[in-house]
């Protein structure tokens, strides 16, 4: 809890801190910053209180939702990565802003996916690896 707490805060103020040039962070880069770092602690907080009351779903829920915004560093360096390889290019400007916000949204995209999925096919992969 502390860690992803210290992680969405120096992030934050990083964000708000430090000036960047127009091509590696727009306003809206910006806004999706903060309002991702907001958010991130935001879930944290929500899965303290999901588990102190004992409701492990949505404790799992927002522990998931927080890890992927948290992830989403990774995320942004994989899909980097590929358009490099596809325009031979560092992405700058706009097009690096929408793979940038892009990561995240898969990121947290995956997370519903998994959130989202049916209980029985969790118990069941449950249920085959625990066999010996």
Do not use: K
């Not at 910053?33 to 999901?50: D, E, G, M, N, P």
Request: net charge positive; aromatic share 8%; glycine share 6%.
């Amino acid at each position: 809890m502390a860690a992803g707490c210290l992680s969405a805060i120096t992030g934050l103020w990083m964000a708000v801190s430090y000036e960047f040039p127009e091509a590696l962070q727009s306003p809206q880069l910006y806004g999706a910053r903060v309002t991702l770092s907001i958010a991130l602690v935001a879930f944290i907080a929500w899965a303290v209180v999901a588990i102190r009351s004992r409701n492990m779903a949505a404790h799992r829920a927002a522990m998931l939702r927080a890890f992927a915004i948290g992830q989403g560093a990774s995320t942004q360096t994989a899909l980097f990565l590929i358009v490099m390889i596809i325009f031979g290019t560092e992405p700058l400007g706009l097009a690096r802003d929408l793979t940038m916000v892009a990561a995240w949204a898969v990121s947290l995209g995956v997370a519903e996916i998994v959130i989202r999925r049916p209980r029985e096919t969790r118990s069941l992969r449950t249920r085959i690896s625990s066999m010996p």
